[in-house]
């Protein structure tokens, strides 16, 4: 499947390291590799000196943010001062005193669980001017926690944005500035908006105390980024939650809607044989990595946008054509207070009226976004080959092979995880126990790389092996409960 207009977060193979992306596949970059050293313990005395050496001779290529605004309050002149004035929205002040702009409640987080918390960054405004990066800090509470951050551009006209800057409790900087695809702790790219979950890689350890973290916002994605950013101002939170228990099976809650009765009403498609094995698939993909489906609504988008959706369009635009965009939207309006994630069936995945993915996910997904595609993952399912499962008899795997194999797939997307191999043999997982296909080729298909594609994680999975490393990753996410 070839991916010249589909886009992911992409990772150029470095040595002892792999990584990728899938159904968001779409730009794979020629960029070079810089190694980062997430193996290091950040508890170390080791890891303190290779940050402080990395602050005093640091890459040029790194986002300036404008440090006047973002400076914080002397802590006794606050003190002094009595109680903070009342924060108000939009006005780009810090009325409080504490050092943060329009946290408070001016840009809503994701619905949340009872055992989920927002932290509120507030806004950083990008300046154009040359200067040392000003870090949001998140503290956190507990070994292992997991945690995601969430950028959304709140200008006028949408960049770029993505997660440069990562800095452990002991200072060590685990995300690599102007590097990003190259570093254990991906965050990932995307327009108007982007997220980095915290621990992506097995190497990477989530430890207790102060991360600091830092967004960017350009007008092209990274490869030809030049270390200034477009002047605007992003909105920054993170969602946490205590880490799962070694022993606890994890649950992914999913919102499931019918679009446009695909690839049937869903009163008749929770009741279906197909649909059974489709969730019996995914449960027993899941058990390796101590998950499985949680609490699953199944919801009619019907009516004029069940018939416009039915066959989203323009999926990779970014503007107001993006059909895949305004799906998600109308489907807000029917679960609103969801903290759950989405997901929407469809019966093709189209840009500019060509195929262009079975599945598409947010990387890095957030659980409770109604309405928002961080939120979301869609799968096309096509009527004729649901008419095919529907004559199969009740035993039948078709079903699952098909698209219980690729709902998984997506869900390994939405949980932070990239492609094993992408199609063209470039880009790899930096997941160090995940395979590798040096296959050299025009495209990796599975007959190429027999043993790999058995992998879920493969661009084009033809089975649902998944590894230890993947595992520990997704069990960091949010969005499993």
């Given at each position: ?14 040595p002892g390291s792999a990584g990728a992306a899938w ?163 991906r965050g990932y790219v995307g327009l108007g908006q ?288």
């Amino acid at each position: 499947m070839a991916p010249p207009r589909r886009f992911a977060a992409a990772h150029r193979r470095c040595p002892g390291s792999a990584g990728a992306a899938w159904a968001l596949v779409a730009l794979a970059w020629l960029a070079g590799c810089t190694r980062v050293d997430d193996s290091t313990d950040p508890d170390s005395s080791s890891a303190a000196d290779a940050s402080q050496a990395s602050d005093s001779a640091g890459p040029l290529d790194v986002p300036y943010f404008d440090t006047a605004k973002d400076a914080k309050p002397d802590s006794d002149a606050v003190a002094e001062a009595g109680p903070a004035a009342k924060e108000l929205c939009g006005n780009n002040l810090d009325e409080d005193g504490d050092g943060l702009i329009d946290e408070a409640g001016c840009y809503p987080g994701p619905n949340l669980r009872a055992d989920q918390v927002w932290t509120d960054l507030g806004t950083i405004d990008l300046a154009n001017a040359a200067g040392p990066a000003a870090l949001r800090t998140f503290g956190a509470s507990v070994k292992n926690q997991g945690i995601l951050a969430v950028a959304r551009d709140i200008s006028p006209s949408k960049g770029y944005v993505w997660a440069e800057t990562l800095v452990s409790p002991s200072g060590l900087q685990v995300l690599s500035p102007g590097a990003w695809t190259t570093s254990g702790n991906r965050g990932y790219v995307g327009l108007g908006q982007s997220t980095l979950l915290f621990g992506m890689a097995p190497q990477v350890s989530v430890v207790a105390g102060p991360w600091s973290l830092g967004f960017t916002r350009a007008a092209t994605t990274p490869p030809s980024y030049k270390g200034t950013p477009l002047a605007g101002r992003l909105h920054v939170g993170v969602v946490s939650r205590p880490e799962l228990p070694i022993n606890q099976v994890g649950k992914l809650d999913l919102d499931v809607f019918c679009v446009g009765g695909v690839p049937m009403p869903c009163a008749e498609l929770a009741n279906s044989a197909p649909w059974k094995k489709i969730v019996g698939r995914i449960d027993a993909v899941w058990k390796a990595a101590g998950l499985q489906l949680g609490e699953v609504t199944l919801v009619d988008l019907s009516g004029e946008e069940g018939v416009k959706f039915k066959y989203l369009d323009n999926v990779f635009a970014g503007d107001s054509s993006n059909e895949l965009n305004a799906v998600y939207a109308a489907t807000g309006k029917l679960r609103p207070q969801s903290t759950a994630a989405t997901l929407v069936l469809v019966a093709a995945i189209q840009d500019n009226g060509v195929i262009a993915a079975a599945g598409l996910s947010q990387l890095g997904g957030v659980a409770g976004y109604a309405g928002q595609r961080l939120g979301g993952m869609a799968v096309a399912i096509q009527e004729d080959q649901w008419q095919v499962a529907l004559k199969q008899p009740p035993e039948s795997a078709y079903a699952g092979d098909v698209w219980g194999l690729v709902i998984s797939h997506e869900i390994g997307h939405f949980l932070g995880l990239w492609h094993t191999d992408e199609s063209d043999g470039s880009l790899h997982d930096p997941i160090e126990d995940t395979p590798l296909c040096d296959k050299v080729g025009e495209v990796l298909t599975p007959a190429l790389c027999p043993v790999q594609s058995k992998y879920l994680m493969f661009w084009s999975p033809k089975g649902g092996t998944l590894t230890a490393g993947q595992s520990k990753v997704v069990r960091l996410s949010p969005a499993v409960r």
